[in-house]
């Protein structure tokens, strides 16, 4: 039984290369890593636990930095005032996604919708310490990877080649985000002339 538990768990030697691919920052390693994972055997739990993994090592890594920006945010004048307008702006537009502003829900989109660290900086604009903060920003990563991670592998059944499904992943992660925008600009400047 403790064999077959063992025989389960993927080995060190294939899990270290995905990781080290999901600690690509703004989820480029994302398609990569899953290709990678899949091809070495690796299950989707363990798939996710590694991305989780390098989620919390992310937080460690740029939280410090983080706080140096804040602390010299406080010490200069000019800083202070672009700070000032940084959590403006957070709260304008988290305010699309939540009535309190810059609430749970609406720095969960912006983790989603941007990256992990612009979710934290924004949490802590918003008054969110480390836990609080970094579970905030690691849930809206966390949807953007299953999103990503699922369309991969979905595609990849189709094409059957996982260096044309990670290039076809990443230009719809850089595309999408782009046609989405003009989408709205367009639908928006529709409705005001109407």
């Keep these: 039984m403790i064999d077959l538990i063992f025989n389960a768990i993927p080995s060190t030697t294939n899990m270290m290369p995905v990781l080290k691919l999901f600690l690509i920052p703004v989820g480029g390693g994302i398609p990569a890593g899953v290709m990678l994972a899949q091809a070495k055997g690796v299950a989707w739990p363990a ?18 930095v983080l706080r140096l920006i ?14 000032a307008m940084l959590k ?17 829900i609406g720095l969960i989109v912006i983790a989603f919708g941007v990256d992990p660290m612009t979710g934290r900086a924004s949490a802590l604009a918003a008054g969110h310490g480390f836990l609080a903060g970094w579970a905030i920003a690691i849930v809206g990563d966390m949807l953007y990877f299953a999103i990503i991670a ?38 928006r400047l529709l409705h005001q002339k109407n």
Excluded at 47 to 64: C, G, H, K, Q, R
Excluded at 153 to 172: G, M, Q, S
């Design 150 to 187: 699922i369309c991969t592998l979905r595609l990849d059944t189709i094409i059957r080649d996982p260096n044309i499904t990670t290039w076809i992943i990443l230009a719809a992660m850089f595309v999408m985000p782009i046609l989405i925008g003009r989408i709205r600009r367009s639908s």
């Design 88 to 104: 403006a702006a957070t709260a304008r537009s988290t305010s699309h996604f939540s009535e309190v502003g810059a609430g749970p």
């Design 70 to 83: 804040k602390f010299i945010c406080g010490k200069v004048t000019f800083l202070a005032r672009i700070s």
């Design 47 to 64: 798939i996710t636990l590694l991305y989780l993994v390098s989620d919390i090592i992310l937080a460690f890594a740029f939280e410090p």
